[in-house]
């Protein structure tokens, strides 16, 4: 059984809380995984987050997913993604000074997607997964060319087509799940399988 623990860490605006993932043997990558717009209720027990957390628990990494300033027992309050910014760097950096040698993912759902985006122009991580990011709602950058997009077609918060306009410049790859809404309910089981398929294929696994 994997282990997992609550922890604090310092951001920003204050003390950000989280929880640690950890695999049954040692990690041979870690990921840091953001949740979706706090204002609308988002936080790091969301569903799609979870399920992005046992994905990478499957591949033997450790895990962090985590609150944004102002949601949970987070300090501070949103910031429209400027200082969400800044927290998801600096879980980045708890992770990447806990284990320094291994390779980082960061992954986030919707808004969580688009802070990913912004913070991995800082952080160059090795890998970038976004969950219905939230293309349009907000002013996504251009993401490298091995990042993962996942969409549903049926998506009534984000339009397909908004991440489509938005992929197509940058030739990027989206893989689009038919007949999956904002938030794949009913679709997590299948969304898991493609990150880890995906993933696989990347490490040769």
Not at 12 to 18: D, H, P, R
Not at 66 to 82: K, L, P, Q, T
Request: aromatic letters at 6%.
């Amino acid at each position: 059984m994997a282990a997992q623990r609550k922890i604090t860490f310092t951001g920003a605006a204050g003390l950000l809380e989280g929880v640690l993932h950890l695999p049954n043997n040692a990690p041979n990558a870690i990921a840091m995984v953001a949740h979706p717009l706090p204002t609308m209720g988002g936080t790091m027990d969301n569903k799609v987050v979870t399920t992005l957390c046992r994905t990478f628990l499957e591949l033997n990494y450790a895990v962090l997913r985590f609150n944004f300033r102002g949601v949970g027992e987070s300090a501070g309050e949103y910031d429209e993604g400027n200082g969400e910014t800044e927290d998801a760097i600096a879980a980045a950096n708890l992770l990447q000074e806990t284990y320094p040698e291994l390779p980082l993912t960061c992954a986030g759902f919707s808004f969580g997607g688009y802070v990913q985006a912004r913070a991995a122009t800082e952080l160059n991580p090795e890998k970038l997964v976004l969950i219905a990011p939230a293309v349009g709602r907000f002013e996504m950058p251009d993401v490298p060319e091995n990042t993962l997009v996942v969409h549903g077609d049926l998506d009534e918060v984000v339009p397909l087509e908004d991440v489509l306009n938005w992929a197509r410049p940058m030739q990027l790859p989206v893989i689009v799940l038919t007949g999956a809404e904002h938030y794949f309910h009913g679709r997590l089981t299948q969304l898991k399988q493609i990150v880890l398929q995906h993933l696989k294929a990347q490490i040769g696994g």
